[in-house]
């Protein structure tokens, strides 16, 4: 919960969200918990998922 506010900011002025995989952010689940936040212009936000795949999946 505690990027909830920061990615509605970001979404409401137009940027897209999610965790470092790509996928969306789910804060009604059992373990809201998210792998990253991962904010971009629309138009790369699939570029920046390919990018920081490889990192991402170390980490996790």
Do not use: C, M
Not at 9 to 16: K, P, S
């Amino acid at each position: 919960w505690d990027i909830a506010a920061a990615a509605l900011i970001a979404r409401e002025a137009g940027a897209t969200t999610s965790d470092a995989f790509g996928q969306p952010l789910a804060y009604n689940k059992r373990d809201p918990r998210a792998f990253g936040l991962l904010v971009t212009a629309p138009a790369i936000h699939a570029a920046a998922v390919e990018r920081l795949a490889d990192r991402a999946a170390k980490l996790a």
